[in-house]
């Protein structure tokens, strides 16, 4: 049952990433990743109220395998982050590339905390 939950949640997730990417980074006229670096910290922030719940039993195991590892397991995106990144640095956009690195990693982890330490005393 819990995979047919999270294929369930990544089905939703995975379109909801292109959709929600392509609508972010079509407001800027940037090589830099806008839209991946906006799924990747809403993903973390989701997760982190999740988890935040799940940590005093207030959200079920089901509903974590649901939107935390279908829904923001797929809105989420490693690889595409790696590879921008990666195209960034070889296109000369070394600086671009270094704040890609340093913004994605230090608002998606803080999404995520901030996200675990308000609500998991929030949820009842």
């Not at 049952?1 to 940037?30: E, K, N």
Request: glycine fraction near 12%; include cysteine.
């Amino acid at each position: 049952m819990t995979v047919l939950l999270v294929a369930l949640g990544a089905a939703v997730g995975a379109p909801l990433r292109y959709l929600l990417d392509r609508a972010v980074q079509s407001r800027h006229d940037s090589a830099f990743p806008w839209g991946t670096l906006t799924v990747n910290v809403v993903g973390s922030l989701i997760l982190g109220v999740l988890i935040g719940g799940a940590t005093v039993g207030a959200v079920p195991g089901s509903l974590v395998a649901l939107l935390g590892s279908g829904l923001c397991g797929a809105l989420t995106t490693y690889s595409t982050f790696g590879y921008e990144t990666v195209r960034l640095f070889e296109d000369g956009a070394r600086r671009h590339a270094l704040a890609n690195v340093v913004l994605s990693v230090a608002a998606a982890l803080g999404a995520a905390f901030v996200a675990v330490t308000l609500t998991a005393p929030l949820w009842p």
